[in-house]
């Protein structure tokens, strides 16, 4: 029974792909709409046609089979991060190196949240300095991306540059300076 459904649907889809007055944003619209299964039987049922629209839809449909079978892989990029540390405790636990693997894409404003879960709250007023392709020896000289504030369970941050990708920023490290804490 299902199988029969889908190709009642396949038929449907397929009278409305064979519009020649449908936009191509609609008749992408309508081949996303249906199952994998759907797209393979459709091709199948379908290969009789020889018109310049089957050309059309079959490239549709291969884009669309295609993206479902190999979905895109974004691409990782790590970046080392060392910060201060906030208190003697924590001092026995130096040095606070991680790696931190983010998407290539990923904006410096979304990058400023992968952070959050790094930088500790102090108390109940704490601010973070965050540097570019630096470490603790050289962190004064570098250029200063944002600054992290953890106040009373809240988060907030100020961007110092310009928000862009992180690839864009040729990030390969960061410094975390501790600047205040109450």
Partial sequence: MGEMDDLVKADFWVSKAFNPDLPDEELRHWFKEFSLRADKMLLDKWKHHNDGRMAEVKQILWDVIYEKEHPPVKKMTTIDVERDSVCMQDDCLAPHCKKLECEEGLMLSSFMYELLGYVPS???NTVWDIYANAT??????ATK????YLKNGS????LHVQDLPIKDLSLSSIYCALMRKI
């Fill in 136 to 141: 603790c020896t050289n962190h004064k000289d």
């Fill in 122 to 124: 102090a108390g109940s």
């Fill in 155 to 158: 988060f907030n941050y100020e």
């Fill in 145 to 148: 991306l944002a600054t992290i």
